[in-house]
Nanobody
Framework: QVQLVESGGGLVQAGGSLRLSCAAS?????MGWFRQAPGKEREFAAG????????RYVDSVKGRFAISRDAAKNMVYLQMNNLKPEDTAVYFC?????????????????WGLGTQVTVSS
């Protein structure tokens, strides 16, 4: 049984930083971070391969966000720098059985409950 638990969200001013964490149990998977703003669809933000050697990002976060993983601790992280008000959303950790991280929600089999990130202007 795969369980994903996110933490690290909060309120930050524009230009600030946050690091999200996802504690994963139940096996080794491709991992992704998605986000969902109020009234909007859940969208892909970042993904990482099983060994951490491949990452991908949505264009809007490239150069500001960095996804990483610590296999020994079964943790996945999302370092978010230079945050903008439009980054405000609930952020979800997700696990996929595919060989590489995809951007479609349907690519992911398991989901956490999410953590709120609010960026004030």
């Amino acid at each position: 049984q795969v369980q994903l638990v996110e933490s690290g969200g909060g309120l930050v001013q524009a230009g600030g930083s946050l690091r999200l964490s996802c504690a994963a149990s139940g096996g080794s998977y491709v991992m992704g971070w998605f986000r969902q703003a109020p009234g909007k669809e859940r969208e892909f933000a970042a993904g990482i391969s099983r060994n951490g050697g491949y990452t991908r990002y949505v264009d809007s976060v490239k150069g500001r966000f960095a996804i990483s993983r610590d296999a020994a601790k079964n943790m996945v992280y999302l370092q978010m720098n230079n945050l903008k008000p439009e980054d405000t959303a609930v952020y979800f950790c997700a696990a996929s059985s595919l060989p590489l991280p995809g951007q479609a929600r349907e690519s992911y089999n398991y989901w956490g409950l999410g953590t709120q990130v609010t960026v004030s202007s």
